[in-house]
Nanobody, 127 residues
Framework: QVQVLESGGGLVQAGGSLRLSCVASGRTFGGYAMGWFRQVSGKEREFVAAISWSGDYTYYADSLEGRFTISRDNAKNTVYLDMNSLKPEDTAVYYC????????????????????WGQGTQVTVSS
């Protein structure tokens, strides 16, 4: 059984920064593609960023304008999302997702292709 656990959410003023962390456990971490998604109540879950299990390939939503960075430390079984220059419209519940893969270079950006999800962490950006 794979478990995915996010942490690091909170309240921050506009222009500030936060780092989200996600730990995946239950199988060899190096075999997972990972992604971050976010959801506002009443709206669909949207893609934020994704990283291959090798860590060599990343992909971001265009709307982020280069403000977020995804990275991973396979020795710690952890993936990170560094969020800078936060805006009130970044307020959402952020979800981490994991998908076991054979190919180390694959990046997954579609939520339906992930089988394992965390419970979500709230990020609130005040104006």
């Amino acid at each position: 059984q794979v478990q995915v656990l996010e942490s690091g959410g909170g309240l921050v003023q506009a222009g500030g920064s936060l780092r989200l962390s996600c730990v995946a456990s239950g199988r060899t971490f190096g075999g997972y593609a990972m992604g971050w998604f976010r959801q506002v109540s009443g709206k669909e879950r949207e893609f934020v960023a994704a990283i291959s299990w090798s860590g060599d390939y990343t992909y971001y939503a265009d709307s982020l304008e280069g403000r977020f960075t995804i990275s991973r430390d396979n020795a710690k079984n952890t993936v990170y999302l560094d969020m800078n220059s936060l805006k009130p419209e970044d307020t959402a519940v952020y979800y981490c997702a994991a998908q076991p893969l054979v190919t180390p270079s694959v990046v997954i950006t579609t939520s339906s292709e992930y089988d394992h999800w965390g419970q979500g962490t709230q990020v609130t950006v005040s104006s």
